[in-house]
């Protein structure tokens, strides 16, 4: 293995998504609109029709893929806003220099606080739940 390249994550609102790892400090790397027969047979869905929004880390290092799709439609699997011990991906984790403005600028867009807390005197900790009850955890290296 070399590196880890990205992470999908199948959203139905792709703009508020979009807009809560923006808001995050993930910046835009592209969007595009993907299907046809070869995309189909990659994935597994024949007549795939799809938009996907790439967002990348401020060091240039790992991506987020947004999935969004139009044709077949997404399946839900579980409740949105599901428990951090649901079985499966539960977050993504980011390290942040001011753990406290971060919280407060995605807070006030409509993400709700999980919960914070300190580890030892090495990092502060945060979870915070955004769009389709998406989990992102921040920490601030002390």
Known sequence: MVRM???LLV???LEAVTAFFLRL???REGEARVGGPEVGALIGLPDV???????????GGSKIELDKFHVPAAVRHGPVNAPVNALGFRRVMFEVDDLDA???HV??????LI???EYGNRYRLAYV??????IVGLSEAR
């Open 5 to 7: 390249d990205n992470v």
């Open 129 to 134: 739940r955004g769009p389709e009850g998406i």
């Open 11 to 13: 959203v139905d609102d």
């Open 115 to 117: 919960g914070e807390m």
């Open 49 to 59: 029709d799809a938009t996907l929004v790439v967002l990348r880390a401020p060091d």
């Open 25 to 27: 400090g993930l910046v």
């Open 107 to 112: 807070c006030a867009d409509g993400a709700e």
């Open 102 to 104: 971060v919280v407060r």
